[in-house]
Structures are given as structure tokens and as C-alpha cells.
């Protein structure tokens, strides 16, 4: 990208920031290396993919570079500050100006059919049950063996672990970047298989049963 365009979309960004911090998150865009990281297991046949938060389209733009089709790309952008920009960038995309939390009732595939979704989403600063809704929403649109991906600058995945569990989701950290500002790491949130469902649910059971065993099981008195 051109110094100039980078630093437009950068004063861009930070202005968005200043009138909305928490739904900005971010007083700058991603930078490259975050933007190659998050799509790196991005190929053309995941196509169609979703990308929640754009912004000013760094990752659209990498996921292009990965070679997805303009046309199998939906960009879900709650800033209205953002949409006119990705609109001129990005013409043969679907942009929609939207909540992500909304994904499920806005009905825009026949079924599961998106390889994969990008999330720039600032999922630290939402409620646990706004982050159950996207990711809940997204995964009726994901086919079988697909994924969503989300980036963080916090230590751990940003998913609370109960929420993975509720919606049977496993997260596995795939790549960090030092290269960002701040510096970021990449998970990948995919269904559990049938059998890790069975060994998380048995281990739920013997916790259970553990609770109860003779120390505290007032019947062996
Ligand atoms: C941290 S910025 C990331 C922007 C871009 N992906 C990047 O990495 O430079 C978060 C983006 O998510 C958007 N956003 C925040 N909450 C949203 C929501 N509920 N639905 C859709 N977009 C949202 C913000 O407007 C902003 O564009």
C-alpha cells in the first residue's frame, strides 16, 4: 500500500477511535505481518468468507492477496465512518453495514456454506453474550471442516472458555506477530469432533462425580 493511502487510513482510523473507543479498539489498523498471520490458511476454495470488523479492508486486502474471489467476500462493518471506504476499495464485495451479533437473523447464505471467517472484531471490550451471538451467528453460516479466525492482543484467546464449551468450539492458537503494534497472536476456533465432544462431556462427568465422592458424601456417615 502507498505511504499516503497508509497514512490516510491511519488519521482515518484514529479519528473513528477518538468518537468510538470501544468499538474501534484500536487507535491504528493492523499492520501487514498481522494481516498475512490471520489469513495465512486462506486459500480461493474457502470461498464464500465472511470478514467481521474491516475497517479500512487491511485483511480484506490480504485475503485477496490469498486469492478469494472479490465477489465471495461479505464484510460486516458496524461503522458507517468505514463503509464508503470499503465500498471504493472493494466494489465486488457484499458490505453490509451491520452488527456482527445480528449474523444469525440476517440470513445471507441458504446454509453453511463459508469456508471461513475472518473476525477483526475487538471481542475483549463485548459482553460475554454478545460474543456468544457472533460466534453462534457465524457458525451457522460455517460449513463442516471450516473455521473462524480472530486475532487478540491479550494473552490468551479472547473466547472465555465457557462459551467455547457451551457452543462445542475448540480454540488452538496458530501464530503470534511482534511485527503489529501492539503485538498480536491468531487462534483458530473450529467445532469440536464427535469424539472430543464425548471425552469433554465424560470429564465433565467425573468432575461431577468427583464433587460427591466419600469426603464429601454425607450418606457414608
Ligand atoms: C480493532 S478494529 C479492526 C479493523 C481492521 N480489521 C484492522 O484489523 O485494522 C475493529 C473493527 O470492528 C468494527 N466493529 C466493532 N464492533 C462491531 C460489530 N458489533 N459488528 C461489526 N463490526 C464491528 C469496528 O467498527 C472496527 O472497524
Given at each position: 500500500?502507498?505511504?499516503?493511502?497508509a497514512?490516510?487510513?491511519?488519521?482515518?482510523?484514529?479519528?473513528?477511535?477518538?468518537?468510538?473507543?470501544?468499538r474501534?479498539?484500536s487507535?491504528?489498523p493492523?499492520?501487514?505481518?498481522?494481516?498475512?498471520?490471520?489469513?495465512?490458511?486462506?486459500?480461493?476454495?474457502?470461498?464464500?468468507?465472511?470478514?467481521?470488523?474491516?475497517?479500512?479492508?487491511?485483511?480484506?486486502?490480504?485475503?485477496?492477496?490469498r486469492?478469494v474471489?472479490?465477489?465471495?467476500?461479505?464484510?460486516?462493518?458496524?461503522?458507517?465512518?468505514?463503509?464508503?471506504?470499503?465500498?471504493?476499495?472493494?466494489?465486488?464485495?457484499?458490505?453490509?453495514?451491520?452488527?456482527?451479533?445480528?449474523?444469525?437473523?440476517?440470513?445471507?447464505f441458504?446454509?453453511?456454506?463459508?469456508?471461513?471467517?475472518?473476525s477483526?472484531?475487538?471481542?475483549?471490550?463485548?459482553?460475554?453474550?454478545?460474543?456468544?451471538?457472533?460466534?453462534?451467528?457465524?457458525?451457522?453460516?460455517?460449513?463442516q471442516?471450516?473455521?473462524?479466525?480472530?486475532?487478540?492482543?491479550?494473552?490468551?484467546?479472547?473466547?472465555?472458555?465457557?462459551?467455547?464449551?457451551?457452543?462445542?468450539?475448540?480454540?488452538?492458537?496458530?501464530?503470534?506477530?511482534?511485527?503489529?503494534?501492539?503485538?498480536?497472536?491468531?487462534?483458530?476456533?473450529?467445532?469440536?469432533?464427535?469424539?472430543?465432544?464425548?471425552?469433554?462431556?465424560?470429564?465433565?462427568?467425573?468432575?461431577?462425580?468427583?464433587?460427591?465422592?466419600?469426603?464429601?458424601?454425607?450418606?457414608?456417615?
Amino acid at each position: 500500500m502507498r505511504t499516503d493511502a497508509a497514512f490516510s487510513d491511519f488519521v482515518h482510523f484514529f479519528r473513528s477511535w477518538i468518537s468510538n473507543p470501544l468499538r474501534v479498539a484500536s487507535v491504528t489498523p493492523s499492520g501487514e505481518s498481522l494481516a498475512r498471520l490471520i489469513t495465512k490458511e486462506i486459500s480461493p476454495m474457502d470461498g464464500p468468507v465472511i470478514e467481521l470488523g474491516p475497517g479500512t479492508g487491511v485483511f480484506t486486502r490480504a485475503l485477496l492477496a490469498r486469492g478469494v474471489a472479490p465477489s465471495d467476500l461479505t464484510l460486516i462493518e458496524y461503522g458507517p465512518e468505514f463503509v464508503p471506504g470499503l465500498q471504493r476499495r472493494f466494489p465486488e464485495a457484499r458490505i453490509l453495514q451491520m452488527d456482527a451479533a445480528k449474523l444469525a437473523q440476517a440470513h445471507l447464505f441458504d446454509g453453511d456454506e463459508v469456508g471461513a471467517v475472518i473476525s477483526g472484531l475487538p471481542l475483549l471490550s463485548m459482553s460475554p453474550r454478545k460474543v456468544t451471538a457472533i460466534l453462534g451467528g457465524a457458525f451457522a453460516y460455517i460449513r463442516q471442516g471450516g473455521a473462524f479466525y480472530q486475532f487478540t492482543y491479550g494473552p490468551r484467546c479472547p473466547v472465555p472458555r465457557p462459551i467455547l464449551d457451551r457452543l462445542g468450539l475448540k480454540a488452538v492458537h496458530i501464530g503470534h506477530t511482534v511485527r503489529n503494534l501492539p503485538p498480536a497472536a491468531v487462534y483458530r476456533i473450529s467445532r469440536r469432533k464427535p469424539l472430543e465432544l464425548v471425552r469433554e462431556r465424560s470429564r465433565e462427568r467425573s468432575e461431577a462425580e468427583a464433587v460427591v465422592l466419600p469426603g464429601n458424601d454425607n450418606s457414608a456417615h
